[in-house]
């Protein structure tokens, strides 16, 4: 289901069913909401009408974790039957494109609840895995499928929205989707919501192309140097910085600190408001930004104001 701020206009929707419906937003809070229609949408000449979706909140919510105010989101009832190209290292969507030359097809599946499912086969088990295009990204699949495996590590997360998660790390040696497979995959099973979460390191390598047409769904990705399905090794978490907005602007704090990472490393704590991370001030200073500063691992210090007290801290050069 596609989602519309509750601060749009009326004027570009109108109401649906009078009988509400339950939703679990970003920060993972169910709550009950109106469904409406979106009247038009138009997207780089692809055009939607009555697009089915629900109003609420996600400036406050989702909206403090990305760079820009969010107006909505694009869910399936927008995405049926489109192809896209994602890219996420060039941070590029084509829509209703032809896959990259030399792509891998592997099967979809719509289930009754209208989301995508992978098709996999894990220790000899069919698991259908939910498909996740946007915010988190990559795929979950429910918690009964977890192995009891030797060289399981827990973890702590910080949530987008300064809580902790614990969950369990584990390397699979093999997962099977369609004709190709994944080898040592690191699959996270969240303690909270139980699901495995084989994240947006999926979807991070290379470019992925998606066909969701209601018929036959597929995927087309490009396999790593040895034939295997890709997963990016190094890819990094989310920082957990937020930003608050006011008539005044906008100001970038931390909203989690994890314990032994770098950043309590580093001194952070969390309500610290970033001034000025490595070179980075001013409009210059954005989430991703300094997401890639901290990924790059090279040594760099920030500026925090903490209780009315300019702090300086250091983080040190990391090998990769």
């Known amino acids: 289901m596609s989602v519309l ?67 909505g989101i694009l869910g399936m009832s927008f995405l049926e039957d489109t192809q896209i190209l994602l890219d996420l290292k060039m941070r590029n969507i084509a829509w209703q494109t032809e896959p990259c030359l030399g792509m891998k097809e592997v099967p979809l599946k719509f289930g009754k609840d209208g989301i995508p499912y992978a098709i996999l086969n894990l220790f000899g088990r069919e698991v259908m895995a939910a498909v996740d295009t946007g915010f988190l990204g990559g795929m979950s699949f429910p918690q009964k499928y977890k192995p009891n495996l030797k060289g399981q590590k827990t973890i702590s997360s910080g949530t987008y929205f300064g809580g902790s998660n614990q969950g369990t790390e584990i390397i699979i040696d093999q997962i099977m989707w369609g004709n190709y497979q994944w080898q040592n995959a690191p699959v996270t099973f969240e303690q909270n919501d139980g699901d495995a979460l084989i994240g947006s390191s999926v979807w991070s390598c290379n470019p992925v192309w998606f066909d969701f047409s209601k018929g036959n769904p597929r995927m087309k990705l490009t396999l790593d140097e040895e034939g295997y399905l890709p997963f990016d090794k190094a890819a990094h978490r989310r920082l957990p910085l937020a930003w608050r907005r006011d008539e005044a602007g906008q100001k970038l704090y931390i909203a989690h600190v994890k314990a032994g990472g770098r950043m309590e490393k580093a001194g952070c704590q969390v309500g610290d408001q970033l001034i000025k991370v490595g070179e980075l001030s001013g409009e210059n200073l954005k989430r991703r930004a300094v997401q890639d500063l901290v990924a790059s691992g090279i040594a760099h210090d920030w500026l925090v104001l903490r209780k009315d007290n300019v702090v300086r801290l250091t983080f040190v050069a990391t090998d990769h």
Do not use: C, W
């Open 5 to 71: 701020d509750s601060r749009i206009s009326n004027q570009f929707y109108r109401l649906g069913s009078n009988s509400p419906v339950k939703v679990v937003d970003a920060s993972e809070l169910s709550q009950n909401t109106t469904p409406i229609l979106i009247k038009r949408m138009v997207i780089d000449g692809l055009v939607r009408e009555n697009v089915k979706a629900t109003i609420h909140d996600i400036r406050t919510t989702l909206g403090a974790f990305q760079d820009k105010p969010v107006d």
